[in-house]
């Protein structure tokens, strides 16, 4: 994703400042030039360099590991940089880490999917309870083979809005044996298949009729543009705080 981030952001004029790579990645210590990113003469370091990576930055965008934002937000929020963050698959504490280190310091954009189609599609889920009892949700999404966590953290805002609105209790991820459905269950299927950036598609049926509404992503381009929206309007910010696509979309 950053190889593909910095490429989107040069296109769009923003100025590169600084890379930063996991330890075990190849291109540690070449330049963007160097591991064929682009042409410039920026070296990429890894975590302990951070700071100096990042001292000459507005805004530090980040997609990583979990663990390893929780190592590295905290560092970034304590130099006063802004921050645009779109990794997932964090635990509930993970989570409370990277808010905990934020609040109150620096303003940041946290999404799960930064494509701005993905972000419409969150609004148009809140409309859900609009429908009446007897309608069953599920959600089935497809990413790439290596994508480690599952379901993805958009699947999983998904479940969030939509058992907001329905009133659901509890989530089935899959379906095994013989079990009928409660109607109190949201369903949520998770695939792993080849290199699919990602497809989310969302089921409501009901006893005579059916809706599917279906996201798919081209390319990794479509999170990297998002990412690059909030940039654009994290670094307009001055109130310090958390904010979401939603927050960017207004501004859109």
Same mark, same amino acid.
């Given at each position: 994703?950053?190889?593909?981030? $910095?490429?989107?952001?040069?296109? &769009?004029?923003? !100025? #590169? ?10 291109? *540690? ?90 972000? $419409?599609?969150?609004?148009?889920? &809140?409309?859900? !309870? #609009? ?10 999404? *497809? ?90 309007? $994290? ?18």
């Amino acid at each position: 994703m950053g190889s593909t981030l $910095i490429k989107e952001a040069i296109m &769009r004029n923003f !100025k #590169i400042v600084g890379a930063v790579a996991a330890k075990e990645d190849p291109n *540690i210590n070449k330049t963007l030039k160097e591991s064929g990113i682009c042409d410039l003469n920026i070296k990429i370091v890894d975590p302990t360099r951070l700071q100096e990576a990042v001292k000459d930055a507005d805004v530090y965008v980040s997609f990583t590991t979990p663990q390893a934002e929780v190592t590295n937000l905290p560092v970034v929020a304590n130099l006063g940089k802004k921050i645009v963050m779109g990794t997932t698959g964090f635990t509930d504490e993970q989570m409370r880490k990277i808010r905990d280190a934020v609040t109150g310091k620096v303003p940041a954009v946290f999404s799960p999917n930064y494509a701005i189609g993905v972000n $419409i599609l969150f609004r148009l889920l &809140r409309m859900m !309870k #609009i429908f009446p009892s007897g309608y069953d949700f599920s959600i089935v999404e *497809i990413h790439h083979s290596g994508k480690k966590d599952a379901p993805s953290g958009t699947a999983k805002k998904m479940g969030e809005i939509i058992s907001e609105a329905r009133g659901y209790t509890s989530i089935s991820y899959g379906r095994e044996g013989l079990s009928a459905r409660k109607p109190d269950e949201l369903e949520v299927l998770a695939v792993r298949a080849g290199g699919v950036p990602g497809v989310h598609e969302i089921i409501v049926a009901g006893p005579y009729e059916m809706i599917r509404i279906e996201h798919m992503a081209f390319s990794r381009s479509v999170f990297a543009q998002g990412a690059l929206y909030a940039v654009e309007w $994290i670094y307009k910010q001055e109130k310090p705080g958390i904010y979401s696509m939603d927050d960017v979309l207004g501004w859109i």
